[in-house]
């Protein structure tokens, strides 16, 4: 079975500009999470989807969003760049969202705003 | 508001001995924890969880102990090996159907083991 793929693995963008993240579950799981981790934050919990539905939200600015699709795919944007948020963007999928056990993780997306 | 604190960012320990991570939390609504490990350009992975019903989870090397009273938990390694240079985080949830897919996280604790 394959893993949670993430795309791109690396990006470098300037401030003000706009950036979009991809997210691929696991193969039936309907569940997607998506997280930041900087240094000395841990990771900080930004929205799940569960079945193209927002189901829950962290404390992050508007400029943050996201959307699931049908395929249950899942994509980040984050628009008008700032320094601050240069970090690791972690998504993980799960069947439900329900049973952490089952929830894995997939190797990030390196965001680095110059 | 960081509900999940690691206060040791690293960690150094001999290969064979024990490691043990402390994490504390402050909300008390937590009742499911979760410790995972991150190698770097990997995504952390799943390492042993522990349910508020229970004091101590076992799972080969590794056991969780929680004390609720004391809103504490912590991962014993034992004997640590060189692969176990890693991050660990630890992880809460509140286990409410809407709150769930959402964990709270630790800063993390880097495990350094020497040979």
């Known amino acids: 079975k394959a893993g949670v793929t993430q795309t791109p693995r690396y990006l470098i963008k300037t401030r003000g500009q706009q950036v979009t993240l991809s997210c691929s579950p696991i193969?039936?799981?309907?569940?997607v999470s998506w997280y930041q981790q900087t240094p000395g934050q841990g990771l900080q919990f930004l929205f799940e989807y569960f079945s193209e539905t927002q189901r829950n939200k962290g404390n992050f600015p508007g400029r943050f969003s996201g959307r699931q699709f049908s395929n249950s795919r899942s994509e980040m944007n984050v628009s008008t760049l700032e320094l601050g948020d240069s970090a690791l963007y972690l998504c993980?999928?799960?069947?439900?969202?329900?049973?952490?056990?089952?929830?894995?993780f997939g190797p990030g997306t390196r965001l680095t705003v110059l | 508001d960081q509900q999940v604190k690691q206060n040791s960012p690293s960690l150094s320990v001999q290969e064979g001995r024990i490691s043990i991570l402390n994490c504390d939390y402050t909300?008390?609504?937590?009742?499911?924890f979760l410790w995972y490990k991150k190698y770097p350009a990997e995504g952390p992975t799943f390492l042993i969880s522990?349910?508020?019903?229970?004091d101590k989870n076992e799972d080969g090397r590794f056991t969780v102990f929680l004390n609720k009273s004391a809103k504490h938990l912590s991962l014993h390694i034992v004997p640590s090996q060189p692969g176990d240079s890693a991050v660990y985080f630890c992880a809460a949830s509140d286990g409410a159907t809407d709150s769930w897919g959402k964990l709270q996280f630790g800063a993390g604790t880097q495990v350094v083991v020497t040979p």
């Open positions: 993980a999928s799960s069947p439900t969202g329900a049973s952490y056990n089952e929830q894995f």
């Open positions: 522990i349910s508020s019903i229970k």
């Open positions: 193969s039936g799981h309907r569940s």
């Open positions: 909300n008390s609504m937590f009742d499911y």
